[in-house]
Every structure is written in C-alpha cells, then in structure tokens.
C-alpha cells in the first residue's frame, strides 16, 4: 500500500436540484460559496489557511469560476484559484490536481471539487468559419464520426451488452429508494443552499409508472428484446456543489486539525469515444491497480456517478460486483446530474460512506466517473 498523497480533512455539498430548480437562480460560485464556509467552519481553519480552490465546472463558459468562488467564500486575495473542465469528470480531477499541489509543494492546504450551475450557464457554440454557416456546439474529439449522440451510445451499448429497458428501469428504481431512505444520513453531509436542504429529485416509483415513461432512445433487437434507454434511466440536469478540504501531514499539525482520510490514489484516463460510459471502468481498474489493491473486494464503499442506468449495470458487470456493492445511498441517477459538480459529490458520498455515517471508519473506498469524449477518472481513499 503506498504511503498517502494527502490528508483529507473535511468535506460537504450542497443538495443536487434539477434545472430551474430552487438553485436555479444561482451562479455556480453562489452555490459554492457557502459550502467552503461550512468546511472552514466544521475544521476551524481560519480563511488564510487556504493556499489554493481548485474548482471543477463543465458549463461555465469562460471566466474562472474557481477565483469567483474564492472570493465570494471570503477567501483573501491571495489565495490561488484554478478552473478545470474534463466535462463530467471535472469536479474529481480537480481534486485529484489539488492533491498534486500538495504533493508538489506548491501548497499545505487546499479546497478543491465541482461547481454547476447548470440553469445559469450560457449557451455555448463556435462562430461560423464562414458567412451563412450555422454555429456548431462544441466537440468532445476532433472528427464528428467519433463523437456520438450521448444517449445513442448509451442505447448501442445497452443492446451490444443486453441490458434490456426492464433492466435499466429496475436498476433506476432502486437508486431512487436508496436515496429517499438515505435522506438523514445523507443530510449530515448536506449544506442547505437556498434553503434547499435535501436532494430535489429522487423519489418513489412503481414499476408500471416507470413502464409508462417515455422512451429517449431506441434500442431492440430482430429478437424482439428492448433495450432502449427510458426518461427514468438517464440523469437528469442538475444544479449542485461539493468540496473536499485537502492538507499536508505539516499543515494539520500546524493548524490543529484532526484528518479522517487519506488520498491513496487517483487516476485520469482515456477510452474508447465512441462509448464513454465505459471509461468509468478502466479508471476504477486503474486507481485500485495505483493503490495496490486485488480488486474490489477489498473495498467497503464504492461510489459511481451513473449517468445511465445501463452504465451502473455495465459498471458491476464488468468489476464482477453485485449492483448492492455500488451507492448505498443512491447514485447521480437518483440525484440528477450537474456535471463539474458529479465527480465530487460521489467522493463526497464515498467519505461520508467509509468514514463512517455512524462513526465507525471501514476502510478503503473507491470513486469513478465518466465523461464526454471517452474520459474517466477515479480516486481512491481510506478512512482513518
């Protein structure tokens, strides 16, 4: 096992609410802001402690949004604030290049995670390259032939690997009962924004309501097997924050704080574009295989932002697990989906999983997600 990269000393999100939501009105940094404070708060850090917010966002479109959010938490002007967009995987890159400052030297104590305000962000297209052009959204890989339709890849890969609608819906409906019967569990981690204090969209379903959503995307076979994508297998847009506050061993000395986790690993990797959710996969192979870890049986939580229900399923099947071994509390399906901001609240979720919602630490933990253009990333913790 190799020696930690960092300390993990405390973290917290807001609730995730869907588009127009009642974060709606929020920039990301607005969302942010108060989450950074409850983490100076619940340490007892005083603000020019921080060296450095690193913030994932995906929709921001331009600016810097970690520098807006280090100011509007009151952080002095000299603290450092970096930007990162890897889409979906942003706000757990931005930790895991947090980590790096500190493995680097460059800082002792760090703020870092995702930022979305997705009902706030602009609409982004490139110009015309030339008079009468229509604008073009942005690319995710250089050749349009290799950049798919989200939820057609999603549907392709549902039907290459079998997994039928009833399946995925299956797979849905469970996610949304984990996290309706999480909710106090999942309050404690939980900073209200807006006076929004609990996760906005999961809920209650049957399974002939969820028979009775629309489909988004076609998938079916000459066998007559469904395997196409529902509204209740898909993600919805979101809204949301979360932040992890990272220290040197020297720093928590310093200042008197108590870590509770230690970063063992993280990994950032590429795949195969034409099927992004499989990325998911091969960073989490890649982090255990950094970690030093078998496999993860070794593991006592794991945490995948599942943006499709056929992603979880391809997830277990592919690591060997039950879907029970994967977000005890439900995942970003049950949640909703605000992308620079997903990465981090599965870590989020993971720390308060393994270092022990009853106090109890158990061990090592693992945390993965996917993104656009064939991208995944994955870390690796320990409660101590």
């Known amino acids: 096992m190799p020696a930690p990269l960092a300390l993990i000393v405390a973290w917290a999100r807001s609730a995730v609410a869907p588009v127009g939501g009642a974060l709606g009105r929020l920039q990301a940094h607005e969302i942010g802001a108060p989450v950074l404070q409850a983490l100076l708060q619940r340490s007892q850090l005083p603000a020019h402690a921080i060296d450095a917010v690193v913030l994932g966002n995906a929709l921001g479109a331009g600016g810097n949004p970690a520098r807006l959010l280090a100011l509007a938490a009151g952080l ?6 970096l930007s990162v967009d890897t889409q979906c995987c942003a706000g757990l890159d931005a930790i895991s290049l ?5 493995a680097s030297g460059q800082a002792s104590v760090v703020v870092a995670g995702g930022a979305e305000a997705w009902s706030r962000a602009p609409l982004r297209m490139h110009r015309p390259d030339r008079p009468g052009a229509t604008p073009q959204p942005p690319r995710f890989v250089p050749e349009p032939r290799d950049d798919p339709d989200l939820l057609e890849s999603a549907a392709a890969y549902a039907l290459r690997e079998g997994f039928t609608r009833a399946m995925q819906d299956a797979y849905a409906l469970h996610s949304h ?3 309706v019967g999480h909710r106090a569990v999942l309050a404690q981690e939980i900073i209200p924004v807006a006076g929004l204090a609990q996760d906005a969209y999961p809920r209650l379903l049957d399974a002939a309501r969820a028979a009775r959503m629309p489909r988004v995307a076609s998938a079916g076979n000459a066998a007559g097997s469904d395997c196409s994508l529902s509204a209740l297998g898909i993600s919805a847009k979101a809204d949301g924050a979360a932040l992890v506050l990272l220290t040197t061993e020297q720093a928590c000395r310093r200042f008197g704080l108590e870590p ?20 998911a996969e091969a960073a989490a192979r890649e982090a255990l295989r950094r970690g030093g870890l078998l496999g993860p049986d ?4 794991i945490e995948l932002h599942d943006a499709f229900a056929v992603q979880g399923l391809g997830f277990c099947r592919s690591l060997g697990l039950d ?5 005890a509390g439900g995942g970003g399906l049950a949640r909703g989906h605000p992308i620079g901001a997903s990465g981090a609240i599965a870590l989020v979720r993971l720390l308060s ?15 993965s997600v996917a993104g656009a253009g064939g991208i995944g990333s994955a870390a690796l913790v320990r409660a101590l």
């Open 177 to 179: 009962a984990r996290a």
């Open 298 to 301: 070794e593991l006592a939580a």
């Open 260 to 279: 509770r986790a230690s970063w063992l690993a993280g990994a950032s990797v590429g795949s195969d574009p034409s099927t992004p959710l499989v990325a």
């Open 323 to 327: 879907c029970e071994r994967i977000n």
């Open 353 to 367: 999983g393994v270092c022990g919602e009853d106090a109890t630490p158990k061990g090592w933990g693992l945390a």
């Open 98 to 102: 947090g980590v790096g400052l500190l």
């Open 76 to 81: 002095p002007q000299h603290c450092a604030a």
